[in-house]
């Protein structure tokens, strides 16, 4: 298992290589959390322990917030563990990367994981995600796949 900081240098680096700019913070929760969900549909396992809160516009994970992930470096060389996710990051890097972080938004507004932490907020204090009912997510996604495939 990785580090949320791990993946998010990763997701940075891979993102500015393929589309020559750096993404922007929304997107990179928004990417990471479908990340998170794809391991565990592919995996059965997380990507990272660190759990995301679900905010406004989305999951977010507070402790990246105000962070840059910017980095010439390539996390593969840095982080042995990384390359045994390719495939999850290939998948969401076909899937999602490409869109804007306001459709990223909407499309984790549709999450059932974010939409029963949401519903549990109070005086606006963020809810932290549990990781299984992501995993309920995941296998939603699974059935939605084997359909439509």
Known sequence: MLNVYEVAAYVSHRYRKIFGHALDEMKLHKLLYFAQRESLLMFGT??????????????VMRCLRGRSWDTEMDPIT???????????????????????????SSVSHGETCWQKAK????????????TEDIRQDAEIIRLRRMIFN
């Open 78 to 104: 840095l982080y042995p563990e990384l390359p045994a996710y390719i495939p999850v990051f290939n998948r969401i890097f076909e899937l999602y990367a490409h869109k804007s972080s306001w459709t990223l």
């Open 119 to 130: 519903s549990k907020e109070r005086d606006s204090q963020p809810i932290e995600i549990e």
């Open 46 to 59: 997380p990507l990272f322990p660190e759990k995301f809160e679900a905010w406004k516009y989305g999951p």
